[in-house]
């Protein structure tokens, strides 16, 4: 399915009875499930199971297109929700799928687009752009002000602080219900938070300090180590 969306729009939440892999032309999308947060830059896609409840934003002008997959149909593909890199092959075979009827041939050219589909899902890399959300209910709520309001300068002790407890309770707490450490999990949160702001065409000035970061260099550094690309490099490669 090929579809388009305006900047701001908002998905509400649904599911669907097949896993989906829905890929980002153009634009970024911000997935949001129970489980967390999975975002969706322009080249990459997410795989989302079936009947996972799930709502979209969307950022910059977005051109989506939407593969929808039976359920067991292949054993070795995914089964949580994930970020893929999508490959050149894997881009056009999807632009072509659009174009196929839903009663296809088996046997024919697109049947054999539909398995090639599925062969680059499987072997396809997956990318750590995910925020994962404890289930424990203090600290979610705590992690809800966080991406709620990323620019807050927060510490360790300012959360233990704040849920009565000391610092080492929190970092072990953050460990066992996201599994990583608390700075980590902010640095990806300000990384991911940040992608839709550059998609809707913000300044890598107004990103840094709207995310708690000093200065336009701090952030590049902290976005370079995670993606491998400058934030302006990353802006050129989507244009």
Not at 16 to 22: C, G, N, Y
Not at 138 to 160: F, G, K, N, S, Y
């Amino acid at each position: 399915m090929a579809t388009r969306h305006p900047h701001g729009e908002h998905i509400a939440a649904h599911r669907h009875a097949r896993a989906q892999l829905i890929h980002a032309l153009t634009g970024v999308l911000t997935v949001i499930s129970a489980e967390g947060s999975w975002v969706v830059p322009s080249g990459r896609a997410v795989w989302m199971p079936e009947n996972v409840e799930h709502r979209i934003r969307i950022a910059g002008d977005v051109a989506m297109r939407t593969i929808y997959v039976a359920p067991g149909i292949r054993p070795d593909l995914p089964t949580g929700c994930e970020v893929i890199e999508v490959s050149a092959l894997l881009r056009e075979a999807i632009i072509a799928a659009t174009g196929i009827p839903l009663d296809y041939r088996d046997g024919g050219r697109d049947h054999r687009i539909m398995e090639l589909i599925l062969d680059e899902i499987e072997v396809a890399p997956r990318l750590g752009l995910h925020v994962p959300l404890p289930r424990n209910a203090h600290l979610l709520r705590l992690c809800e002000w966080m991406i709620a309001e990323p620019a807050e300068p927060v510490t360790l002790d300012d959360l233990a602080a704040r849920m009565h407890v000391s610092g080492r309770t929190v970092a072990r707490l953050f460990h066992r219900e996201v599994g990583m450490s608390f700075g980590d999990w902010r640095r990806r949160m300000c990384l991911l938070l940040s992608l839709p702001r550059l998609a809707s065409g913000a300044s890598i000035l107004e990103v840094s300090l709207e995310h708690g970061y000093l200065s336009p260099s701090a952030f590049s550094a902290m976005f370079r180590r995670s993606l491998g690309v400058s934030p302006t490099e990353y802006l050129v490669s989507k244009a």
